[in-house]
């Protein structure tokens, strides 16, 4: 058996010089190194990374322990943390069984138990205790590649380990994370590759390799795209044509690749009786159009899209919901036993903007009940994207449409023996244009749902109900899709999942355009959008910090907040990630318009979900009235940026760059001041401004939702 | 100015007319704007037309509609109820308008392409390509617009 097997850790373990770190040095001291409060961006796995403590101390990149950029960077790569206020050890386990252990004071990580020596040990900085972010990557198996402005973590594709069993040859590749791929098979008159592609994976180890193991001769390792959202492809080359399954196994972060001649050597090399390992044939053999007319009849191939294969395994209590644009993300209780289907491979880019390609069918529809909640499971034939929508008091109705869905069968009418609900029902809402599959909950009381694929099952959509009154700050729409959950589902249900819990404190703000993109311009006045948006934002930024929030900036310079040559919709997205990894309470966009016309003028606020109607309308007042701008209204609309954010929604088109009046204010700093000033008090006016200490009630304001 | 196929005002009874929709500026409101066209356009030689018209503007050149950037060409197939407008020239490398008029120009790529009986659904693709907006743009666009889209 060949083998090429690379190991970043012995890099590391060169470095070490300690050889035991796991008892303090140095007793934690309440005036630690100083912390230099950065805004540079950190990047993992395709996605931005929203640090609220991103520091600098000794050059190096740390942040505190509580961190939500830090949680969400760990769950980005299958991770979690583990602490306790007050006590000397960090403890970061991945889905893998990795164990990771900083000590307060000590600069050595033990990765595994092997302590690994860092430029500067953890420390606490008044109260809060901070950890070195290159050596954590590094821990992780992630690459540090170079970025201006910032730090990129990109996870690694660190052996490709073929075997022969039997009949078949089984290319194991291993990551760093749980692995995303696509495969695809070429067939020429000289050559049979099969190529497997990790979107969001680096390899430090690019090269081809001859791999002389059954059906296998040679494989090729490249990466190429971005350095913030590289793709490494493994390329297999075969001596002729083969059918071939890959199953995820490890943990999530390794497939194996099984390669056969024909389906009765796949179908025996994948037996359906490992509910973990199921094979799922990703793409069909293509038959080559070239192959001369007496070579023998090609494999069967596997037909396209098959019927996943499902395992009823015996279980008591229910998976974790993976959820989906939602905030919280614990499984319901045990007593509802829904099928376990088996998992599947989740083959796609990274791109929460991801639209499912096809229109999927929901084939069945099945209701488990525990005394706290009841379990709605939607069985799918591939990934949907959905939005949902929450009136609050006094309607307390929920709902959630599925796009390009087709409920096979009649609507249904789900029975529910709990009294907290009055009706649930399945049904195809629409058809045409758009297919939409509508799940409707009329409760009799408040009620917190949850929504999310199924952990282990991307295909099997849960809603879940419970007993209990939302968060008073909960959203009341959302977005989300199978799609993307899928891949968050790949690690143990352990994990904390994405996105992370709304932060109630938090803002993001969305200077438009920058970089590459100025925006609108107008020469006559020196104006050029991407900085009149800017400057409109930092003085956005100082108010709200004013009133208590957390704010982050998607930026706060004059670059593109997306990868660097990212394409438009990575951009657009990229800005929407900040503030859903982030877990924003609210997110605003600031812009200027601009027409043809130099007549038009005037500020207006757009929104797309329709329970955001208030918060746009509450914005626009105030800013109106601070800035003395022409009011154009509120303007429902599909903007991007407020249409894949999670959370409340809104961009504001200050006013009109190509209007000889609006230019004249814009270009004055206490127009700009004004228009911030009231869009800080539009949210102040909307939200009740953030939260006060723990036990303190914060005025409420009504959400103001509409029905649909 | 008028383009090939397509008559500023009507000039025969028995020659078919049909609205090309221009968008105000600053508003959304829609101006429509009869045309004559030829009897011999019908199916996607028809909507060619009519998206030629739209791109080229109204009869009498005015400031105050909405127009596609100079430069601008379209291409237009259709598919059952879909119709495919594919958006090349200046356009397809960078938008640098609004966001009001960014709305009006596919507001009023939609209701035009939408007159004509049967097409229901408009997918814009720039340079051949499905993108989920304009470069530099904001409104999405990878999904088929209807005038439902538009609906406040």
Redesign the interface.
């Known amino acids: 058996m060949t083998a090429i097997v690379w190991k970043g850790r012995v890099l590391l373990a060169l470095l070490c010089t300690l050889t035991c770190a796991l008892v303090p040095l140095t007793p934690a001291l309440a005036l630690g190194p100083a912390v230099t409060p950065t805004r540079a961006q950190v990047w993992v796995l395709g996605r931005q990374i929203a640090f609220a403590h991103l520091g600098i101390t000794y050059g190096d990149p740390v942040t505190q322990i509580d961190d939500p950029g830090l949680h969400a960077m760990l769950a980005a790569v299958g991770a979690r943390s583990s602490w306790q206020p007050g006590t000397r050890f960090v403890a970061i386990t991945r889905g893998d069984g990795k164990l990771i252990t900083f000590t307060l004071g000590s600069d050595a990580v033990s990765i595994d138990g092997v302590p690994v020596a860092m430029p500067f040990a953890p420390f606490n900085s008044g109260s809060e205790l901070y950890l070195p972010l290159v050596p954590l990557a590094k821990a992780l198996d992630l690459g540090v590649r170079g970025f201006r402005g910032g730090y990129v973590f990109v996870p690694q594709i660190v052996s490709v380990t073929p075997r022969r069993e039997g009949s078949v040859t089984i290319v194991r590749i291993e990551g760093s994370a749980p692995l995303t791929w696509h495969s695809s098979y070429a067939n020429s008159a000289r050559a049979h590759t099969l190529t497997v592609s990790f979107p969001g994976f680096g390899t430090d180890n690019a090269g081809s390799q001859s791999i002389a193991v059954g059906l296998a001769t040679g494989a090729d390792v490249s990466e190429s795209g971005p350095p913030g959202f590289p793709t490494t492809a493994v390329s297999i080359s075969l001596k002729h044509t083969a059918l071939f399954a890959s199953r995820r196994v490890g943990g999530g972060a390794a497939v194996d690749v099984v390669i056969a001649r024909d389906s009765a050597q796949l179908h025996a090399a994948t037996p359906a009786s490992t509910p973990s390992s199921v094979h799922v044939a990703v793409t069909p053999l293509q038959t080559p159009p070239s192959l001369p007319k007496n070579t023998p009849a090609a494999p069967t191939p596997v037909p396209p899209n098959p019927s996943p294969p499902v395992e009823p395994t015996a279980t008591t209590s229910s998976p974790a919901i993976v959820p989906s644009g939602v905030a919280t993300a614990e499984p319901l209780g045990a007593g509802a036993s829904p099928p376990v289907a088996s998992s599947s491979a989740s083959p796609g880019p990274l791109s929460a ?1 991801t ?1 499912p390609l096809t229109t999927q069918k929901i084939t069945d529809v099945s209701v488990a009940e525990a005394p706290s909640g009841t379990r709605i499971t939607l069985t799918l034939t591939g990934p949907v994207a959905f939005e949902w929508h929450r009136l609050g008091d006094p309607d307390d109705r929920y709902w959630l449409d599925i796009d390009r869905a087709i409920l096979v069968g009649p609507a249904q009418t789900v029975l529910s023996k709990l009294a907290f609900i009055k009706e649930i029902k399945v049904s195809q809402h629409a058809l ?2 758009d297919q939409v599959v509508r799940v409707s909950i009329t409760p009799t009381q408040a009620i917190d749902v949850r929504v999310g694929t199924i952990a282990g099952s991307p295909n099997q959509l849960g809603i879940e109900i419970e007993n209990q009154p939302p968060a008073p700050d909960a959203p009341l729409a959302g977005i989300g899709n199978t799609f993307v959950t899928a891949q968050a589902s790949s690690p143990p249900s352990t994990q904390p999942a994405l996105p992370a819990r709304t932060d109630p404190t938090l803002i993001v703000i969305d200077p ?2 920058g970089g590459n ?5 107008n020469t006559g006045y020196g104006l050029t959008e991407s900085h009149v948006t800017l400057a409109i934002a930092e003085r956005l930024e100082a108010d709200l910090k004013h009133q208590g929030w957390h704010v982050v900036m998607t930026r706060d310079g004059d670059y593109e907040v997306g990868p660097p040559d990212g394409t ?2 990575q951009e ?1 997205q990229a800005r929407c990630d900040v503030a859903n990894a982030a877990g924003a309470r609210i997110f605003v966009s600031v ?7 130099s ?4 500020g ?1 606020t ?1 929104y797309w979900h329709p329970t955001d109607r208030a918060l746009a309308q509450t914005v626009q007042n105030d800013m109106i009235t601070a800035s003395g701008i022409t009011d ?1 209204g509120v ?7 407020i ?1 894949h954010t999670t959370m409340p929604s809104i ?1 504001v ?1 200050v006013a ?3 209007n000889p009046h609006d230019a004249t204010l814009l270009a004055r700093q206490s127009f700009l001041d004004q228009v911030a000033a009231g869009i800080a008090r539009g949210i102040a006016d909307f939200t009740g401004g953030p939260p006060g200490p723990v036990g303190q009630a914060r005025p409420q304001h009504p959400a103001g939702a509409t029905k649909p | 100015m008028a383009v090939v196929g397509c008559t500023p005002k009507p000039q025969s009874p028995v020659q078919p007319q049909i609205n090309v929709y221009f968008c105000k ?4 409101a829609l101006v429509p704007t009869p045309f004559s066209v030829d009897k011999s356009l019908v199916g996607s030689r028809l909507e060619n037309a009519l998206v030629a018209q739209l791109l080229a503007g109204p009869a009498v050149p005015t ?2 509609v ?2 596609f950037p100079p430069g601008t060409t379209a291409t237009v197939d259709l598919a059952g ?1 879909l119709a495919t407008v594919d958006l090349n020239g200046s356009i397809a490398k ?1 938008y ?6 960014e ?1 009006g120009l596919f507001k009023s790529l939609t209701y035009t392409v939408t007159s004509v009986g049967g097409i ?2 408009v997918q814009v693709t720039i340079a051949g390509r499905k ?3 304009l ?6 666009i ?3 617009l ?1 005038r439902e ?2 609906a ?1």
């Not at chain 1, 993109?517 to 311009?521: E, I, M, R, V």
């Not at chain 1, 303007?635 to 940026?641: A, E, L, M, T, W």
């Not at chain 2, 640098?96 to 008029?101: C, Q, V």
Request: zero cysteines; proline letters at 9%; aromatic letters at 8%.
């Open positions: 903007s639209p045409d244009p438009g355009h993109d100025p925006g609108s311009l438009d919709a657009l812009h200027i318009n601009s027409s043809v016309s007549a038009p003028n005037g207006t757009y154009d303007i429902r609309n599909n903007f991007y940026v249409h961009l088109e009109y760059l190509s | 500026v600053g508003s959304d400031s105050t909405v127009q109820d960078a640098r308008g609004g966001a009001s008029d709305i229901a659904r993108v989920p907006t470069p530099g743009g904001e409104f999405e990878d999904e088929p209807t889209t538009f406040q």
